[in-house]
């Protein structure tokens, strides 16, 4: 079936801005997961939904940032007031019941703050 | 807090040479260890995890928890193993030895394999 699924592949936004990416997980993953991927920090955990849980939102790294799952499936990543630090492709990943199985990551999105 | 660390960003070897990536973490409790590849215009993908003691593509890694090490081997690299290689960790908690959701990466190796 088809994997999981970011949009908009590329984003490029103006400095303070707020930005919206989305994620479709693979159907019937419970677990979701948001890593950002930047030259200088490598691959960064974000924040992390499993289920009717609260997320563990232990990894974002500004109140600027904020995500939500709706009904269980598609997620959003807003980035409000967008800084040019914030350019880096955002990768989303789930799995099957969370923490004990692989997770497929998306292709990502590409997100440049000029 | 745990750590993972990968000290080399860039490793070149030549096709049929053996090739290692390494991989350290600090954590003082039960890890959890991958290796994550992403070839070139491609997804992250998972490559092997520790407790599955498989080789995959000829890649294998044994977790050593003296040395805090997780190395990835392979004894004769290929031009197609080209590709970015993640270390990541996950912590074990609980008394039924779940891992916690999510991955702490390293930095990442770029391994390049000349024909």
């Known amino acids: 079936g088809a994997g999981v699924s970011q949009s908009p592949s590329n984003k490029v936004t103006e400095k303070g801005k707020d930005v919206e990416l989305r994620c479709d997980p693979i159907?019937?993953?419970?677990?979701l997961y948001w890593y950002r991927q930047s030259l200088g920090q490598g691959l960064e955990f974000l924040i992390y939904?499993?289920?009717?849980?609260?997320?563990?939102k232990s990894g974002l790294p500004s109140d600027r940032f904020s995500a939500e799952r709706t009904g269980g499936s598609v997620s959003t990543l807003t980035i409000q007031r967008t800084q040019q630090e914030d350019s880096a492709v955002y990768l989303c990943?789930?799995?099957?019941?969370?923490?004990?199985?692989?997770?497929?990551f998306g292709p990502g999105t590409r997100l440049t703050v000029t | 807090a745990q750590r993972v660390t990968q000290p080399e960003k860039l490793l070149s070897v030549f096709k049929g040479a053996p090739v290692e990536l390494k991989c350290n973490y600090s954590?003082?409790?039960?890890?959890?260890l991958f290796w994550y590849v992403q070839y070139s215009r491609q997804r992250l993908q998972l490559l092997l995890r520790?407790?599955s003691r498989e080789s995959i593509k000829g890649f294998t890694a044994d977790l050593n928890k003296g040395e805090t090490s997780f190395h990835l081997k392979k004894p004769f690299a290929q031009e197609e193993d080209s590709a970015m290689y993640y270390c990541?960790?996950?912590?074990?908690?609980?008394?039924?030895?779940?891992?916690?959701?999510?991955?702490?990466f390293g930095q990442g190796t770029i391994l390049t394999v000349h024909p």
């Open positions: 939904f499993q289920g009717n849980s609260a997320p563990d």
């Open positions: 159907s019937g993953h419970t677990a």
């Open positions: 990943a789930s799995s099957l019941q969370g923490s004990s199985y692989e997770q497929y």
């Open positions: 520790h407790i």
């Open positions: 990541a960790f996950k912590r074990v908690v609980g008394a039924g030895g779940t891992s916690y959701g999510k991955l702490t």
């Open positions: 954590y003082s409790g039960s890890p959890e």
